[in-house]
């Protein structure tokens, strides 16, 4: 284990944050390195180039008549700010309290590295693998995975797939092993309100025209009604409605209850979707959340100013059968409509990703619940996720292979914000399960 | 005047920006620097501490049975952020174009260094001086003029005045001198959101909780109905309205009419107050303005998260009869009873100041409009100020004499602003009218 510590701490190391350009050579060097681990253990790695980040391949000697398993994961991780909320700086890794604390360790690379430490070991006791693998990592996912759709379309011929797995989903509590079968899309903008051509003093102009900070405040309330339903025209259209097996299984699994949510998140109150429990609203309602926003002076004090622009970034959670680009067209009708007077507005569009829905009884299914149970000693749970991996939609329509989503981030893994972490149990466990893996698929051939 | 600039830009490079504690020694250092100029041209100059930043009092020799007047002005500037908007840096000011270009070239520094050089060429020229000159200068008008209020309490015998002159407003345009009769006031106050005790990943946790984000979007919005009017209930209620002499004076002035505002803000239309003028919405009618807000990434690119705060900074700027502690309740109630559900809310009450409004036609004001007229080889014009100086109000109410407001900046001075500028012309007309002001004032006794 602590070689498989060393190996992980210096994989975390990297800081790849896909969408800063000026991190562009640390998310290169973090998929050298992964290339270079993943030589080293006994696969064919290589990576290639894209118009982005490259794209990692790496194989056994594939032979006829085996199943044909992909493993994807990512390699990028988010940005670190507000960096002064970390306990730790989120690149120099550390083992406290049974978890490894630093950007990417739940996110992908702590989920990511327990398949390729389970690969190792299984190929340091058994010599081969019992299926032909293929990983693919990417370095965009945390941007949209831009690149490595076009990449998929041209290289499908060298990623044959019966079946594909992905660590990049949650567990719902400690110890109660978890089986995803859906996600939420997801798309993005951002929106641009200009006004004066420069800051102006609000006494000596304030009155006479438009406040572009008010503006954007006035187009972000207008998103919801008060009771958190969204007012976009035909935003619910294509929702597809629950299930009634898993509303009753949802109601019974732990981790996001209404006490689940409040004790993790530590917001005040429960809010969302009337009508809705709280798994609900996350794993099979939409969402139109800002992101960041905004405009004028910000520092410590006060300053009299009339800015003269302000923003506000967007993303919008989907769920089958809502379609992104007729989502963000909804959402542009809606802004057009709602634009205030006295100001300019530009609407940018961001990335974006279908939802995701699949069987978790299938004969794949079963063989992840089974290991699943095995790796962890407990029944398996089926939930869908909240967060979105759009490319597992995609790889399915380009490679026609359905995605086994074998999460292991818990809700206080703290992904995407200060002090994101990984139980150690979840990456021991993760090592095992993906060994286990192997076996319970090869039988089914 | 190459020795009078000089004396300027020695006192421009002082970053004396008083919001910020870091720079409270560069404010001082300016008021030490400002104090022995004083002391230099024959005044009696004095810095007195107080809880803030120091005042600066300086005075000739006072003798019975001539006229008191006191001059006030500030030495402190407002911040300088966006600092990447100026073209050239804010404290290495420069004569260039005809205009002064830096942080404190109009507001206040220009207009005070044009009074303490008339002084200074009277002096050189006459000896003494007509009038008992005082001259108040103060480090805190950018952020309230907190501690000058209880220094004037305290220091009411030592600060004698029958007038008080102010140049810290505006001119309506190139060559026209006005004459300023009243103020709008002021009042501040600062609305921080809290929710989840982190930021949240808004895939995993969006939808069943409140976003801080979208919260005080909602209360920004709640400010105004969308034509423009201020939606706070009982807002306007004491609002004196305009008369007819000022509407139709203001009609003809230029300046503040609507292409006026379009040239000097570059805003893409003026929008306001139905039913008013862009100068009786600018000079006679309260705001409601968001000078700042924030909350979540604001970085490049995407960033999917649920932010776990934002905030808002607000001022209002009010007229005659608004009293700034009844608009502040009020303002509360009204976010109390909007705030959103699923967060916290806290209001921060900031620094206020009464509006301000005089008879322009007082035997002073008489008096000021001809010193204006010689200096400036025009008519003057007589307007109110959008802008607040609260401590004029509290000068009347303390000291017991009305303010004569002589403003030298010209609308696209860009005061609080990047690139704030004073046109030279203004500068060398503001020490002539300064010399001029105290023989009218003195032949009045």
Not at 131 to 156: A, M, Q, R, W, Y
Not at 177 to 198: A, D, F, H, N, Q
Request: net charge negative; hydrophobic share 35%.
């Amino acid at each position: 284990m602590n070689k498989h510590l060393e190996d992980f701490f210096e994989f975390l190391r990297f800081p790849s944050v896909s969408t800063a350009s000026e991190h562009a050579g640390d998310v290169r060097a973090c998929g050298e390195w992964l290339e270079n681990k993943l030589n080293t253990i006994g696969l064919e790695a290589e990576l290639h180039e894209t118009l982005g980040h490259p794209v990692l391949v790496a194989k056994n000697q594939h032979k006829e008549g085996k199943l044909n398993l992909l493993i994807y994961g990512h390699y990028d991780v988010q940005p670190v700010d507000p960096v002064e909320l970390w306990d730790t700086p989120p690149f120099e890794p550390v083992l406290k309290d049974g978890r490894i604390w630093g950007r990417g360790s739940t996110d992908n690379k702590g989920q990511l590295m327990a398949h390729v430490l389970g690969i190792q070991e299984y190929i340091e006791k058994n010599g081969e693998l019992p299926v032909n693998l293929t990983f693919l990592f990417e370095g965009e996912e945390e941007i949209g995975s831009k690149h490595l759709v076009p990449f998929l379309e041209t290289h499908k011929d060298m990623l044959p797939c019966d079946i594909i797995a992905v660590s990049d989903t949650g567990m719902v509590s400690r110890g109660t092993p978890t089986l995803g079968y859906g996600l939420r899309g997801i798309c993005c903008c951002e929106v641009k309100v200009t006004g004066p051509s420069g800051d102006l003093h609000s006494g000596v102009f304030g009155g006479a025209v438009a406040n572009p900070a008010t503006a954007v405040a006035q187009m972000i309330a207008s998103l919801h009604k008060l009771d958190g339903t969204i007012a976009v025209e035909g935003f619910y259209d294509d929702v597809a409605p629950l299930e009634q097996w898993e509303r009753e299984m949802w109601a019974s699994i732990p981790g996001a209850a209404d006490q689940d949510v409040l004790d993790t998140t530590g917001s005040p109150e429960v809010f969302g979707e009337p009508g809705y429990s709280s798994s609900e609203r996350l794993w099979a309602r939409p969402t139109a959340e800002v992101n960041g926003m905004a405009g004028g002076y910000q520092g410590e004090g006060s300053k009299t100013v009339l800015p003269a622009e302000a923003m506000a970034k967007f993303s919008f959670r989907l769920v089958p059968d809502q379609k992104p680009e007729d989502i963000l067209e909804k959402v542009k009708a809606h802004f057009e409509k709602h634009t205030p007077v006295g100001v300019k507005v530009e609407i940018e569009i961001g990335h974006s990703g279908k939802p995701y829905y699949s069987d978790p009884n299938s004969e794949y299914g079963k063989a992840a619940q089974r290991a699943l149970e095995k790796a962890f000693g407990a029944e398996p749970v089926m939930i869908r996720e909240g967060g979105s991996i759009p490319i597992i939609q995609d790889m399915k329509e380009i490679l026609g292979a359905d995605s086994l989503m074998l999460g292991l981030a818990l809700p206080d893994c703290q992904i995407h914000a200060p002090n994101e972490n990984f139980y150690l149990e979840n990456f021991e466990g993760g090592i095992k399960m993906s060994q286990l893996l192997l076996d319970e698929l090869a039988a089914l051939k």
